[in-house]
Antibody
Framework: EVQLVESGGGLVQPGGSLRLSCAASGFTVSSSYMSWVRQAPGKGLEWVSV???????YYADSEKGRVTISRDNSKNTLYLQMNSLGAEDTAVYYCARDSFSGSYGIVFDYWGQGTLVTVSS | DIQMTQSPSSVSASVGDRVTITCQAS??????LAWYQQKPGKAPKLLIYAASSLQSGVPSRFSGSGSGTDFTLTISSLQPEDFATYYC?????????FGGGTKVEIK
């Protein structure tokens, strides 16, 4: 069974950093297209980043230079390193898998439960 | 960036009603479109991909259509478990973008 479990969220001060983790089971992260999608409280969905199985990564324009997506194959875990955080980054962050490997564009058929990041002083 | 515009933003409907949600892309995206359902406090769930392909396990009362810039999600007979917020997403190019959502409420 495919499972995605996010962790690492919490309260962080403006300008701070945070690393989110997404532990996967039931499949191999390094062989998959994996993304981060966030949702601010009461708002819609916003794509943040994707990493392809081959390692190439893409980012939303608003996040370029501030976030880095990566994975640890030995731990079968996806990460999102976020720096220079601001109030606009407050959101639930979901990791998601595209098990079609981009055959229909990047879509998200498996999601974690999300981890809440709150940026506030 | 490709902008995705959903309408309506909310709809009130009764069990058994036919519900139609539309999504318009700011430029042509062929059939690179997905639909998701999200319930409060839960992660989104993929319903439709490639504009009209039903995701495994999703009831057949859900259907998607369209290509180019105009797309539709139809729920043929609304069930109690379908009251939720629905999002479209373009999968053609980066940055991937979602519509603003359509909340389906009980009438």
């Amino acid at each position: 069974e495919v499972q995605l479990v996010e962790s690492g969220g919490g309260l962080v001060q403006p300008g701070g950093s945070l690393r989110l983790s997404c532990a996967a089971s039931g499949f191999t992260v390094s062989s998959s297209y994996m993304s981060w999608v966030r949702q601010a409280p009461g708002k819609g969905l916003e794509w943040v980043s994707v990493i392809y199985s081959g390692g190439r990564a893409y980012y939303a324009d608003s996040e370029k230079g501030r976030v880095t997506i990566s994975r640890d194959n030995s731990k079968n875990t996806l990460y999102l390193q976020m720096n220079s955080l601001g109030a606009e980054d407050t959101a639930v962050y979901y990791c998601a898998r595209d098990s079609f490997s981009g055959s229909y564009g990047i879509v998200f058929d498996y999601w974690g439960q999300g981890t809440l990041v709150t940026v506030s002083s | 960036d490709i902008q995705m515009t959903q309408s309506p933003s909310s709809v009130s409907a009764s069990v058994g009603d036919r519900v139609t949600i539309t999504c318009q892309a700011s430029q042509g995206i062929s059939s690179w479109l997905a639909w998701y359902q999200q319930k409060p406090g839960k992660a989104p769930k993929l319903l439709i991909y490639a504009a009209s392909s039903l995701q495994s396990g999703v009831p057949s009362r859900f259907s998607g259509s369209g290509s180019g810039t105009d797309f539709t999600l139809t729920i043929s007979s609304l069930q109690p478990e379908d009251f939720a917020t629905y999002y479209c997403q373009q999968a053609k190019s980066f940055p991937l973008t979602f519509g603003g959502g359509t909340k389906v409420e009980i009438k």
